[in-house]
T-cell receptor, first 112, second 115 residues
Framework: DTGVSQDPRHKITKRGQNVTFRCDPI?????LYWYRQTLGQGPEFLTY????????KSRLLSDRFSAERPKGSFSTLEIQRTEQGDSAMYLC??????????FGPGTRLTVL | SQKIEQNSEALNIQEGKTATLTCNYT??????LQWYRQDPGRGPVFLLL?????KEKRKERLKVTFDTTLKQSLFHITASQPADSATYLC??????????????FGKGTHLIIQP
């Protein structure tokens, strides 16, 4: 399977804990995006990388959120001091420059 | 403020008929528009991309139109099947000079194809 993969698929954590998610994009894609989706809403853009450079961050990305793409391949999204409002599906997508974005299956986060 | 509207109510269509979904936007000048399908608990699946200088795009039973004057896109599924039942998302991107930024999505339209 050469699509976008995400790990883990589900994460349950207690409020105040840190969590980290991983995304492996389609190998030839140079752009990687993170989105968040809550029930009944469309995905909301968080941030994106071109190769290893983080080029844009949404105002939704508070200082508790940090994303990295150290070698221009896989990416991690970390949430520190989780809050119940962070409960959502976290989606990763990748693309070529100017091309369609292909999404992974998502990581479902539940903060208790 | 920028706004994308999709029919928030479920759309019920008889099998074999054409389903037409609408995406309207305001205060936005997208370079291109994308349509995605999403099934419950899964990530969106890319269907079609149409650019601002294109009027229409087709792929098998799917057709998308893009009217930048009306600020509207229509998404058609011909010869609809129960397997087409899903939520369909419209997403816009504003040209930044470097290509794709993050997409802005509508809330999606839930399509139900009844046998």
């Amino acid at each position: 399977d050469t699509g976008v993969s995400q790990d883990p698929r589900h994460k349950i954590t207690k409020r105040g804990q840190n969590v980290t998610f991983r995304c492996d994009p389609i190998s030839e894609h140079n752009r990687l995006y993170w989105y968040r989706q809550t029930l009944g809403q469309g995905p909301e853009f968080l941030t994106y990388f071109q190769n290893e450079a983080q080029l844009e961050k949404s105002r939704l990305l508070s200082d508790r959120f940090s994303a990295e793409r150290p070698k221009g391949s896989f990416s991690t999204l970390e949430i520190q001091r989780t809050e119940q409002g962070d409960s959502a599906m976290y989606l990763c997508a990748s693309s070529l420059i100017g091309g369609a974005q292909y999404f992974g299956p998502g990581t479902r986060l539940t903060v208790l | 403020s920028q706004k994308i509207e999709q029919n928030s109510e479920a759309l019920n269509i008889q099998e074999g008929k054409t389903a037409t979904l609408t995406c309207n936007y305001t205060n936005y000048s997208p370079a291109y528009l994308q349509w995605y399908r999403q099934d419950p608990g899964r990530g969106p699946v890319f269907l079609l991309l149409i650019r601002e200088n294109e009027k229409e795009k087709r792929k098998e039973r799917l057709k998308v139109t893009f009217d930048t004057t009306l600020k509207q896109s229509l998404f058609h599924i011909t010869a609809s099947q129960p397997a087409d039942s899903a939520t369909y998302l419209c997403a816009l991107d504003a040209y930044s000079g470097g290509g794709a930024d993050g997409l802005t999505f509508g809330k999606g339209t839930h399509l139900i194809i009844q046998p």
